[in-house]
């Protein structure tokens, strides 16, 4: 083949590839031409907020008792900076009104941003109780820096916890990013939407998934495989789904939920109440009552 053939091969490929009309769906066009969020930047950005949750454990290893506040104080610096500007793109990225001025989202950005930060104490002690809630739930676990450092459970969490937190502060798209991040790191596909108490441990984890409604109380436990989904949905006029309905389960306190078993629609599972593993379960479970085969 010709030097000639290959330019025309290539000149093809690369209008082909380019062409937006035919590939509509794979192309977005952020408000005023704004940067995407960068999966790199929120890569950081859970580096950095893993340093700050957990010093030592993540980032310098070395950070002692009498500098840990400057320690954090100097990761929290780079947060404030990655975080407003990825929170701005979210903003841009979601943005339907193209003579929306940047400024205002910039300026919203950085106000979210400082409310999060406010949030990361909540977020820290939230953390705390599920360390607790491994270590207590799991006769393997030698002592809470082992949870920290091995268990699926308590990375997916830290993922979560911070996502949630961002999606109360109406940030869009972000929060479903990172707990895809960690969905790909631990096999635990956890919805940032969902609602989860304190004390809350998944075993080995793999598998388990927990839908955008879900709601869960405080000391449930969850085994892998586990789902917590949503049996049907309703349709509008254009057959579309319609979205935001509460349509997966609650877990009330004091629950546990053995491995594989499907738990699907807006039904209640009783406090106190254990499901076995391998259950099929579509209807209530009244508290204090065991489901096993």
């Given at each position: 083949?010709?030097?000639?053939?290959?330019?025309?091969?290539?000149d093809?490929?690369v209008?082909?590839?380019?062409?937006?009309?035919?590939?509509?769906?794979?192309?977005?066009?952020?408000?005023?031409?704004?940067?995407?969020?960068?999966?790199?930047?929120?890569?950081?950005?859970?580096?950095?907020?893993?340093?700050?949750?957990?010093?030592?454990?993540?980032?310098?290893?070395e950070?002692?008792?009498?500098?840990?506040?400057?320690?954090?104080?100097?990761?929290?610096?780079?947060?404030?900076?990655?975080?407003?500007?990825?929170?701005?793109?979210?903003?841009c990225?979601?943005?339907?009104?193209?003579?929306?001025?940047?400024?205002?989202?910039?300026?919203?950005?950085?106000?979210?941003?400082?409310?999060?930060?406010?949030?990361?104490?909540?977020?820290?002690?939230?953390?705390?109780?599920?360390?607790?809630?491994?270590?207590?739930?799991?006769?393997?676990?030698?002592?809470?820096?082992?949870?920290?450092?091995?268990?699926?459970?308590?990375?997916?969490?830290?993922?979560?916890?911070?996502?949630?937190?961002?999606?109360?502060?109406?940030?869009?798209?972000?929060?479903?990013?990172?707990?895809?991040?960690?969905?790909?790191?631990?096999?635990?596909?956890?919805?940032?939407?969902?609602?989860?108490?304190?004390?809350?441990?998944?075993?080995?984890?793999?598998?388990?998934?927990?839908?955008?409604?879900?709601?869960i109380?405080?000391?449930?436990?969850?085994?892998?495989?586990?789902?917590?989904?949503?049996?049907?949905?309703?349709?509008?006029?254009?057959?579309?789904?319609?979205?935001?309905?509460?349509?997966?389960p609650?877990?009330?306190?004091?629950?546990?939920?053995?491995?594989?078993?499907?738990?699907?629609?807006?039904?209640?599972?009783?406090?106190?109440?254990?499901?076995?593993?391998?259950?099929?379960?579509?209807?209530?479970?009244?508290?204090?009552?065991?489901?096993?085969?």
């Open positions: 083949m010709d030097r000639h053939n290959n330019k025309n091969i290539f093809t490929v209008a082909e590839l380019g062409n937006k009309e035919k590939y509509q769906v794979l192309h977005h066009r952020t408000a005023n031409s704004m940067p995407m969020p960068s999966i790199e930047s929120l890569n950081q950005l859970m580096e950095l907020l893993k340093a700050v949750l957990f010093p030592g454990f993540y980032g310098q290893s950070v002692q008792g009498e500098n840990i506040s400057y320690y954090v104080g100097a990761n929290l610096d780079n947060v404030l900076r990655i975080l407003s500007e990825q929170i701005k793109r979210g903003f990225f979601s943005c339907e009104k193209e003579l929306m001025l940047c400024n205002d989202c910039e300026i919203k950005a950085k106000d979210v941003s400082m409310k999060f930060l406010s949030r990361l104490p909540h977020i820290k002690y939230m953390l705390s109780t599920d360390v607790v809630a491994a270590f207590n739930g799991d006769p393997a676990a030698k002592n809470f820096g082992e949870a920290i450092f091995c268990y699926p459970s308590i990375s997916a969490l830290t993922y979560y916890r911070i996502a949630h937190e961002l999606l109360l502060l109406e940030v869009p798209l972000i929060p479903r990013i990172i707990t895809e991040m960690s969905h790909s790191l631990t096999g635990i596909d956890i919805h940032p939407g969902a609602t989860i108490g304190e004390y809350f441990f998944i075993d080995h984890g793999t598998g388990v998934v927990i839908g955008e409604t879900t709601i109380g405080n000391n449930v436990r969850l085994y892998q495989g586990v789902t917590l989904g949503a049996k049907s949905f309703p349709l509008d006029e254009n057959g579309k789904p319609i979205k935001g309905i509460p349509r997966h609650i877990v009330e306190d004091n629950v546990i939920i053995y491995s594989n078993s499907t738990i699907l629609g807006r039904i209640t599972i009783g406090k106190g109440a254990v499901i076995g593993g391998n259950q099929w379960i579509t209807h209530d479970v009244p508290s204090e009552t065991k489901v096993v085969e």
